[in-house]
């Protein structure tokens, strides 16, 4: 297992400290702002050369072009799915493994509020659905769940045979919150079934999920290593979110990775059971004191003292199954 980071996309402080953490990959966004199509092969090219000069390994690129034509089936999607079939093709070119994305229609990743208190005073999100459900539909109405698993088939059948050729895994990132409707958004990525159903539509180990495992612990009726092994005995995990939460789809917060209801220790060490030599990185941290909320989930004290445990639990469970690999010599 790798740590990995999600910091930005240029070398700053947090970089350093990443670096002097043991931190080696990291997962960037695609390089808006640097070209008029980062997907393509040269802004990401320049991207690659940067962590590669800075000594980190670039394992994942955690966003995607334009696809909300895609996930609602509109006119213009074939130019969407093109896009996204460059940007595979140029991480293929310059070597960077993984792309998470997701299929959430509209509205990205949802909270009703970012600034709880949590254990010591510290900042968490948290989702309640009865405040989500005042703010009625959005601009596109009423979006059933059989049309969004129309346009995933779509899409997926479409990309799947680019991402094998270019040799780039597509994680597929869950539902958050993993509840539909959502203003009338229908949410199909938001329990096993729907992932099963996604990973049997194209059987390929390119096609897999981003196991992004506070979305896993919210789904109604989950057991996390239960869910690791399903997924990972198919081969189908090649990015691992690690995170927490306190209660379930309709109403949860975020918590510390230690302060949560999910054993985490079991998790990690199913993650080691199914042989996962992936990238794995801290997810939506508490902002701590001394951090500003201005990004909230994403402050770097939290994913100091998140690094640190997370690799405080892998070298524990390495001391575990050593004795066991020295009895088999």
């Known amino acids: ?65 334009p696809m909300d034509k895609i996930r609602l089936g509109l006119a213009g999607r074939d130019e969407e799915i093109e896009y996204f079939c460059t940007m595979l093709r140029s991480m293929g070119k310059v070597g960077i493994p993984i792309v998470c994305y997701n299929f959430m229609a509209v509205l990205n990743w949802l909270r009703t509020a970012v600034d709880v208190p949590g254990r010591g005073g510290a900042l968490v999100t948290a989702y309640d659905h009865r405040v989500m459900e005042r703010k009625g539909l959005t601009e596109a109405g009423i979006v059933p769940e059989k049309r969004l698993w129309a346009n ?8 799947a045979p680019v991402a094998e050729k270019a040799k780039v895994l597509l994680a597929l990132h869950p539902d958050d919150p993993p509840l539909s409707p959502i203003r009338g958004l229908g949410r199909i990525f938001r329990n096993i079934e729907g992932f099963q159903r996604a990973m049997d539509m194209v059987k390929s180990e390119n096609n897999g999920i981003t196991f992004c495992q506070g979305n896993f612990a919210a789904m109604y009726g989950v057991d996390i290593p239960q869910a690791i092994r399903h997924f990972g005995k198919q081969g189908r995990i090649h990015f691992v979110h690690f995170r927490d939460v306190r209660g379930k789809a309709r109403k949860f917060v975020e918590t510390f990775h230690d302060n949560g209801p999910t054993d985490m220790f079991e998790a990690m060490k199913t993650y080691k059971e199914i042989g996962f030599k992936g990238p794995m990185r801290p997810d939506h941290v508490p902002t701590m004191q001394g951090d500003a909320n201005d990004s909230p989930g994403y402050t770097m004290r939290g994913r100091l003292y998140a690094i640190g445990y997370m690799r405080g639990l892998i070298e524990a469970i390495e001391k575990m199954s050593a004795p066991a690999r020295k009895r088999r010599k």
């Open 1 to 65: 297992m790798r740590l990995a980071v999600v910091i930005g996309n240029h070398p700053d402080d947090r970089w350093k400290l990443a670096s002097q953490l043991g931190v080696t990959d990291l997962v960037c966004g695609l390089p808006y702002g640097e070209a008029s199509a980062p997907w393509e092969y040269a802004p990401m090219k320049k991207l690659k050369q940067r962590v590669d000069k800075a000594g980190f390994k670039l394992s994942v690129i955690e966003s995607s072009p």
């Open 152 to 159: 995933f088939e779509y899409f997926i059948r479409s990309v």
